[in-house]
């Protein structure tokens, strides 16, 4: 039985990448359309190694596959995986009382003989606040990543004609991140979590990447120290929960939002430009823009909330985003990102 966990709304229909992101670990995944499983599942739209989140909540399940990719039904994967998933839901009421109430505490039981009373205990000894959720997903030891994205993502010229080497720091990093920073010409370390900022610094990085992953920003201050010890030495790049430490780690303050933001349709602007992306989101905590220190500029702007969505820094060399460039699944309207990262990267080395 997995734990009980939140609840997040969403909206997107590609429910493999979403089944795979470690920033869902410990949390359940409502989906809000109604119809989920028709293409089956493949081993190409993995975006790490296991699923890591608690449950998976449908209205319609559905009972058979259509997709010459397919190789599994949605069914037969989270089976083999031990994965609790649950369909025939009236998922449109569920939304409707998160959209009212925010994220709420849920149990999923195969065992009948449990009372109301002890599922309700067990919901009430359940948290997400104040919980290293990091260090379930994090890579045990370093590794290079060479992998780049397939044809499909040939739209920008993205091929530097110089190499950069990155240092990822696994917080329970999406693979399409790496995907993407291959594309853009990066050679890759990713270095567990916990690796010493000292250790990373001696390999002489040109810049340095801090992933998305699950849980609250406050309840890992070692996180925290290492983006202190790194920010400013070389050029960073923080991606949603990355963004996160980035804010803490400059005395900014984070705070868990009402349902927090997930799907693949969140409209953000660029104060710089004025451009409008459309973007893939997952994230229930946010950072605090006014709490930020002088000289940090909020660039962008969740358009449906007017939260802080993405941060550069140019004396320290950083930038971050909220949401997630790399999409998969979702937009690839910031994808343009990494380029900057890349740009950022160029001009420190000239
Ligand atoms: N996608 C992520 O990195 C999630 C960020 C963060 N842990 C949150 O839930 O707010």
């Known amino acids: 039985m997995p734990n009980p ?18 920033s869902y670990a410990g949390q359940f995944v409502l989906m809000t359309n109604p119809h989920i499983g ?10 790490s190694i296991k699923c890591f989140l608690g449950g998976l909540i449908v209205r319609s399940l559905s009972i058979c596959t259509s997709n010459w990719r397919c190789t599994e039904t949605l069914d037969e994967y989270l089976r083999k995986r031990n994965i609790m998933g649950i369909y025939d839901v009236d998922t449109r ?13 849920g149990v999923l039981s195969t065992d009948q003989s449990l009372k109301d009373k002890e599922l309700l205990e067990m919901a009430k000894n359940w948290k997400i606040v104040g919980v290293d959720l990091i260090s379930d997903v994090t890579c045990d030891a370093p590794y290079e990543w060479v992998d780049k994205t397939g044809s499909g993502w040939e739209f920008n010229d993205n091929q530097s004609s110089e190499t950069f080497h ?6 329970g990093v999406k693979h399409n991140i ?40 406050a309840a890992v201050p070692y996180a925290v120290k290492t983006v202190q010890e790194i920010v ?21 303050k984070t705070f868990k939002m009402k349902f927090g933001h997930h799907g693949g349709n ?4 660029d104060n710089r430009t004025g451009r409008v992306d459309i973007s893939a989101q997952n994230h229930n905590y946010a950072v605090d823009p006014e709490s930020l220190p002088e000289g940090v500029q909020v660039t962008h702007i969740n358009l449906n909330d007017q939260s802080c969505a993405g941060l550069v820094f140019p004396k320290m060399k950083l930038m971050s985003l909220q949401y997630h460039p790399e999409s998969s699944p979702g937009p690839h309207d910031s994808d343009l990102a990494f380029g900057e990262f890349v740009e950022l990267m160029k001009n420190n080395r000239l």
């Open 5 to 22: 966990s939140v609840l997040p709304g969403l909206k997107s229909a590609r429910y493999q990448e979403i089944l795979t992101d470690p």
């Open 38 to 47: 028709n293409t089956g599942v493949n081993s190409g739209d993995e975006e």
């Open 93 to 105: 009421a569920i939304t409707r009382r998160l959209r009212e109430d925010g994220s709420l505490i």
């Open 166 to 171: 990155v240092v990822v720091y696994d917080f």
């Open 178 to 217: 790496l995907r993407r920073l291959a594309s853009y010409g990066c050679k890759i370390t990713v270095v567990p979590a916990s690796w010493p900022a000292s250790d990373v610094l001696n390999l002489k990085p040109d810049g340095v990447l801090f992933s998305n992953g699950p849980g609250d920003p």
């Open 232 to 252: 400013g030495k070389v050029p960073v790049f923080g991606i949603c929960m990355g963004h996160q430490l980035i804010g803490q780690a400059l005395g900014g």
């Open 266 to 269: 969140h409209p953000v602007r």
